[in-house]
C-alpha cells in the first residue's frame, strides 16, 4: 500500500462551492476512483490560504496514469476548472507532497 498526498489551490469565495461539489459526487466518478484503487481519499481546506491537501492510499500508484485519459475524469476536471487552480487540460494544478514523518 502506498500513501499518496498532494496539494491544490481553490480560488478566494468558492469554499462553500467546492464543498456543494464533492458532497454531490458523480456516482460514475466515484466508482472510477474506486476501480482505481484509490481508498481513504479525504481532501482538507487550510482555510488562511485556501489551499487543499490530499490525501489517499493506494496498492498500486501507477494505477493512477490511467486516471487522465478517462472521460469522466476530464469531465469532472471541466466541472471544477472554474473555481481552482487548473492546467491547460483542465486538470487541477496538483504539487505532490513529500512523506517526512509516519506513525503506524
Known amino acids: 500500500m502506498q500513501r499518496v498526498a498532494f496539494k491544490m489551490k481553490l480560488f478566494k469565495g468558492y469554499e462553500e462551492e467546492y464543498q456543494r ?3 454531490n459526487l458523480w456516482p460514475e466518478l466515484q466508482t472510477l476512483l474506486k476501480q482505481t484503487g484509490l ?4 481532501i482538507f481546506l487550510a482555510e488562511e490560504t485556501n489551499d487543499l491537501f490530499g490525501y489517499f492510499t493506494i496498492d498500486d500508484a501507477t494505477q493512477l496514469d490511467t486516471l487522465p485519459q478517462h472521460p469522466v475524469m476530464q469531465k469532472w476536471w471541466a466541472h471544477m476548472k472554474d473555481i ?3 492546467t491547460a ?7 505532490s507532497l513529500k512523506e517526512v514523518f509516519y506513525l503506524p
Open 84 to 86: 481552482m487552480e487548473t
Open 21 to 23: 461539489r464533492h458532497n
Open 89 to 95: 487540460d483542465n486538470s487541477p494544478v496538483s504539487i
Open 39 to 42: 481508498r481513504d481519499y479525504s
